[in-house]
């Protein structure tokens, strides 16, 4: 007799597909089988069965400057994640100046550990202030933060022999870098060009950070991470330019991967001719592209050249986003994506550009191993059970009255999708059914992380 058993539906892995029932024992999956009894059964007959979502890019209630924080909370956040059926998130560590890595640490620990619904890593930032503390690298990695972000644009912005001591120190800890990766003296002269003959709409963000150098700046890590001999991440891709230096990396053998976005793959350029804030509301970076470079990605996604797909969530109201009307680059970059993730993604299944398997494995499997979370993203037993009820059919058109995240728009507002969760629970404890959360704040736990590559 098992705690829950979850009863007719048909197990979607990244490996297989298959009707079973799933048993689970004390929040951890026992047995695969059929005819199972559990003190409580959920029946998901004409359901696909799935691993929980794991999102490894997010940014809740994160500080922005100038006052700004993004709008979700941990809480808000968390929620919104599990009743789209992500069931994992890996969001970030910022530390202040003058600070060890372990304090910023704790004390992003202690925002997050009291809100959280379900279950969180933490990347830890490495700036240009973090440089004289590589040293301290080891001691966050055997803290729990197997994963460290570094940046080539904004105040975080590295130079290149900058970020060949940050991946020697990440390497020499066991940690895997993952890289925001711009050309930022091109995109700041192009700014500043801009601004100066009055180009200050936002039709001049994607303008002012060309693709062409997107891909220039993803070749350059990557020769760097070669050089160090480490494997490297490449967060939120968004053209065919930075997409076709991955696929070139992992042909030649080397451990790059690489992930992009639902933004970019429903979203486009044209979007920032809205008038007034309309056009300021999508305004993210990278930037949103052309249709071909939406097409691109899809298909980068089929053939495996890029091998995740998360959501760099990070929302700011339409009042925040109005402070850059009169000047694009003043705008807080950001939308919010993290609700509708794993059925955004789903449409490529429909679309028939790739199996449920790949869909799985963009969603689930491929992150967990990446991010170092041998207990999530797979069905299988011993694993914690993390699983998604998943209705092929029922459709929802996205809109702020649909969604729940903690924001007054969505860039994604009359996106219908088809595939949404019905069921979603996490360590076998039912967390979200049929669009409502009952997950207590604070039930949700930090993940110490050891990440697992080539994936």
């Given at each position: 007799?098992?705690?829950?058993?979850?009863?007719?539906?048909?197990?979607?892995?990244?490996?297989?597909?298959?009707?079973?029932?799933?048993?689970?024992?004390?929040?951890?999956?026992?047995?695969?089988?059929?005819?199972?009894?559990?003190?409580?059964?959920?029946?998901?007959?004409?359901?696909?069965?799935?691993?929980?979502?794991?999102?490894?890019?997010?940014?809740?209630?994160?500080?922005?400057?100038?006052?700004?924080?993004?709008?979700?909370?941990?809480?808000?956040?968390?929620?919104?994640?599990?009743?789209?059926?992500?069931?994992?998130?890996?969001?970030?560590?910022?530390?202040?100046?003058?600070?060890?890595?372990?304090?910023?640490?704790?004390?992003?620990?202690?925002?997050?550990?009291?809100?959280?619904?379900?279950?969180?890593?933490?990347?830890?930032?490495?700036?240009?202030?973090?440089?004289?503390?590589?040293?301290?690298?080891?001691?966050?990695?055997?803290?729990?933060?197997?994963?460290?972000?570094?940046?080539?644009?904004?105040?975080?912005?590295?130079?290149?022999g900058q970020v060949m001591q940050a991946f020697e120190a990440i390497r020499d800890a066991g940690g895997l870098?993952?890289?925001?990766?711009?050309?930022?003296?091109?995109?700041?002269?192009?700014?500043?060009?801009?601004?100066?003959?009055?180009?200050?709409?936002?039709?001049?963000?994607?303008?002012?950070?060309?693709?062409?150098?997107?891909?220039?700046?993803?070749?350059?890590?990557?020769?760097?991470?070669?050089?160090?001999?480490t494997p490297l991440h490449i967060f939120h891709v968004s053209c065919a330019e930075a997409a076709a230096r991955?696929?070139?990396?992992?042909?030649?053998?080397?451990?790059?991967?690489?992930?992009?976005?639902?933004?970019?793959?429903?979203?486009?350029?044209?979007?920032?001719?809205?008038?007034?804030?309309?056009?300021?509301?999508?305004?993210?970076?990278?930037?949103?592209?052309?249709?071909?470079?939406?097409?691109?990605?899809?298909?980068?996604?089929?053939?495996?050249?890029?091998?995740?797909?998360?959501?760099?969530?990070?929302?700011?109201?339409?009042?925040?986003?109005?402070?850059?009307?009169?000047?694009?680059?003043?705008?807080?970059?950001?939308?919010?994506?993290?609700?509708?993730?794993?059925?955004?993604?789903?449409?490529?299944?429909?679309?028939?550009?790739?199996?449920?398997?790949?869909?799985?494995?963009?969603?689930?499997?491929?992150?967990?191993?990446?991010?170092?979370?041998?207990?999530?993203?797979?069905?299988?037993?011993?694993?914690?059970?993390?699983?998604?009820?998943?209705?092929?059919?029922?459709?929802?058109?996205?809109?702020?009255?649909?969604?729940?995240?903690?924001?007054?728009?969505?860039?994604?507002?009359?996106?219908?999708?088809?595939?949404?969760?019905?069921?979603?629970?996490?360590?076998?404890?039912?967390?979200?059914?049929?669009?409502?959360?009952?997950?207590?704040?604070?039930?949700?736990?930090?993940?110490?992380?050891?990440?697992?590559?080539?994936?």
């Open positions: 007799m098992f705690d829950t058993v979850i009863a007719h539906g048909t197990i979607v892995t990244s490996a297989a597909t298959f009707p079973a029932d799933v048993g689970v024992t004390d929040g951890v999956i026992a047995v695969l089988g059929r005819g199972l009894a559990g003190r409580r059964t959920i029946d998901a007959a004409g359901r696909y069965v799935i691993p929980g979502g794991v999102d490894m890019h997010v940014h809740l209630q994160m500080p922005a400057g100038d006052g700004i924080v993004s709008s979700d909370t941990f809480y808000t956040g968390t929620r919104a994640a599990a009743l789209g059926g992500t069931t994992t998130i890996v969001d970030f560590v910022e530390p202040l100046p003058g600070e060890t890595l372990l304090a910023a640490l704790g004390a992003r620990r202690a925002e997050a550990d009291p809100q959280v619904v379900i279950d969180y890593g933490l990347h830890m930032t490495i700036g240009p202030a973090e440089i004289p503390k590589l040293g301290q690298v080891a001691a966050a990695f055997a803290a729990g933060c197997g994963t460290f972000k570094l940046y080539t644009a904004y105040d975080f912005r590295l130079f290149d870098p993952v890289i925001h990766a711009e050309n930022w003296d091109v995109i700041t002269t192009l700014v500043g060009r801009n601004l100066a003959q009055g180009r200050t709409t936002p039709h001049w963000h994607p303008r002012s950070r060309p693709a062409l150098m997107e891909g220039e700046a993803v070749g350059r890590v990557i020769d760097v991470a070669t050089l160090v001999g991955i696929r070139s990396a992992r042909q030649r053998g080397l451990p790059i991967s690489g992930e992009t976005c639902p933004q970019y793959l429903f979203l486009d350029q044209d979007a920032y001719d809205a008038p007034g804030v309309e056009g300021c509301l999508p305004v993210c970076s990278p930037p949103l592209r052309t249709p071909v470079d939406q097409q691109a990605l899809w298909q980068a996604l089929a053939a495996g050249d890029l091998q995740v797909v998360t959501t760099d969530h990070c929302p700011f109201t339409r009042a925040d986003k109005a402070r850059g009307l009169d000047d694009f680059s003043r705008i807080p970059g950001g939308v919010p994506s993290i609700e509708m993730r794993l059925s955004a993604v789903f449409q490529g299944v429909r679309r028939g550009l790739f199996s449920l398997n790949r869909w799985v494995a963009l969603c689930c499997t491929a992150p967990a191993r990446l991010a170092g979370l041998p207990a999530k993203g797979d069905i299988a037993i011993g694993g914690d059970a993390d699983l998604v009820i998943f209705d092929p059919e029922r459709r929802l058109t996205l809109s702020t009255a649909s969604l729940h995240e903690q924001v007054d728009w969505t860039p994604y507002a009359g996106v219908e999708l088809q595939g949404w969760p019905e069921v979603v629970l996490s360590r076998g404890e039912v967390i979200a059914a049929k669009g409502v959360c009952t997950a207590a704040p604070g039930r949700g736990r930090f993940l110490s992380r050891k990440p697992q590559f080539p994936i």
